[in-house]
């Protein structure tokens, strides 16, 4: 099993709306990230967490709230976000986070209104 | 400068075109080096990891060039399938957990 699961795959959601966006690995993988892709730019790492620990915040504004219940999953808390806000959020994971090799879920297209 | 740069694109080429794709980096404490390919509204997949001994997968060679930091992707035979944004990732060993992507160079292949 070589795949990284994502839900919901879209969402639309008001500015006073708190959401979640779920991830989910089966590949034993110990490294699992949050990226955002705007159209047309390459994925922007917002998250990353080694061993079910936080290791990388880029500086992320508090309405997107990371949590990592165990090893297999990810999820990312949306509260009161902003339309500029409205991207593609992938999840990804690897081995560990000095192998650079990742697999990205299929995404979440968010779009905040 | 940007950590990792690539030919900004977009190419078109006809089908059966050979092409090639060049990624430079400014980090010369880097670790690991790898092609990916997007679709259209789909997520980044691993094309392929690049060694500086050179790989080849089929009609896909990559290369990499640690004394010029700069790595290569050459597509043979291009295909209409072909077609989709490529990224050029690089992580670095002083950051582990932090793949910087170049901004992509984007292939439409032609019938």
């Known amino acids: 099993d070589t795949e990284v699961t994502q839900t919901p795959k879209h969402l639309v959601m008001g500015m006073t709306n708190k959401k979640s966006l779920k991830c989910e690995q089966h590949m034993g993988h110990r490294a699992m990230y949050w990226y955002k892709q705007k159209a047309k730019k390459p994925p922007e790492l917002m998250f990353v967490?080694?061993?079910?620990?936080?290791?990388i915040n880029e500086s992320v504004p508090s309405r997107f709230s990371p949590e990592c219940p165990n090893s297999s999953l990810l999820n990312l808390h949306l509260h009161a976000l902003q339309p500029e806000d409205s991207a593609l959020y992938l999840c990804?994971?690897?081995?560990?986070?000095?192998?650079?090799?990742?697999?990205f879920g299929s995404g979440t297209q968010l779009s905040v209104l | 400068r940007k950590e990792v740069e690539q030919d900004p694109g977009p190419f078109n080429v006809p089908e059966g075109a050979t092409v090639a794709f060049n990624c430079t980096y400014s980090n010369s404490a880097s670790q690991s080096f790898f092609w990916y390919r997007q679709d259209c509204r789909k997520e980044p997949k691993l094309l392929m990891s690049?060694?500086?001994s050179g790989n080849e997968d089929g009609r896909f060679t990559a290369q990499l060039n640690r004394a010029s930091q700069y790595i290569s992707l050459l597509i043979r035979d291009s295909k209409l399938s072909d077609s989709a944004t490529y990224l050029c990732?690089?992580?670095?060993?002083?950051?582990?957990?932090?793949?910087?992507f170049g901004d992509g160079t984007t292939l439409t292949v032609k019938p």
């Open positions: 990732v690089v992580t670095f060993n002083t950051n582990a957990g932090k793949s910087t």
């Open positions: 990804a994971s690897s081995q560990d986070a000095t192998v650079g090799k990742l697999f």
């Open positions: 690049v060694y500086s």
């Open positions: 967490y080694s061993y079910e620990k936080l290791s």
